[in-house]
């Protein structure tokens, strides 16, 4: 059974720190990555993607893919109150998408 | 550009009734799912279309489940009969090169 495991959370940071969340995979096939943020009551968006080893930076947003491990995180730079939300990790494999089941994020005031 | 649309928005049903949901996806974007989400949980895999052809149904219930996508377009999925464990939100989304736009969703309550 291919999975994807991420911490359920909450993770509670403080306004202005770093978010660190973190995801593990099963399926060493897995070629790429993605990290979708969800607002409760709202469908997924995409924030990030990622194919090579190392990091990839979009503004706020790090992700970080370790295929060796089969490690993938995302960091949240200069946390705000808007990025409260649960962070879904997927992995992509032979046309299939698997998805973790969400990290629950709260900044805190 | 317009996003991936569904309808109903919400739905309450009894169980053992019939149900079906709309999804038309991005223009272009050969590739279409359907996800269950139940809450608390990330969303799950029903099936998955390339065009009008099935890549992936192995987590679709068969038994009352079943979805379609005639023309390669829009797409229908279908719950018959409905059970307590159904209520979720089914979730559509599309893609091209990997990257999938979701819908807004289909809150299904079974009572």
């Known amino acids: 059974q291919k999975e994807v495991e991420q911490n359920s959370g909450p993770l509670s940071v403080p306004e202005g720190a770093i978010a660190s969340l973190n995801c593990t995979y099963s399926d060493r096939g897995s070629q790429s990555f993605f990290w979708y943020r969800q607002y409760s009551g709202k469908s997924p968006e995409l924030i990030m993607f990622i194919y090579s080893n190392g990091d990839k930076e979009d503004g706020r947003f790090t992700a970080q893919l370790n295929k060796a491990s089969q490690y993938v995180s995302l960091l949240i730079r200069d946390s705000q109150p808007s990025d409260s939300a649960t962070y879904l990790c997927?992995?992509?494999?032979?046309?299939?998408?698997?998805f973790g089941k969400g990290t629950r994020l709260h900044i805190l005031p | 550009e317009a996003g991936v649309a569904q309808s109903p928005r919400y739905k309450i049903i009894e169980k053992r009734q019939s149900v079906a949901f709309w999804c038309n996806p991005i223009?272009?974007?050969?590739?279409l799912y359907w996800y269950q989400q139940i809450l608390g949980q990330g969303p799950k895999l029903l099936i998955q279309f390339q065009n009008n052809g099935v890549v992936d149904d192995s987590q679709l219930p068969k038994d009352r489940f079943s979805a379609e996508r005639l023309k390669g377009v829009d797409s229908t999925l279908k719950i018959q009969p409905a059970k307590l464990e159904d209520s979720a939100v089914y979730l559509c989304a599309s893609s091209v090169l990997g990257e999938q736009f979701f819908g807004p969703g289909t809150r299904l309550t079974v009572l």
């Open positions: 997927a992995s992509k494999g032979d046309d299939k998408i698997i």
């Open positions: 223009s272009g974007h050969a590739t």
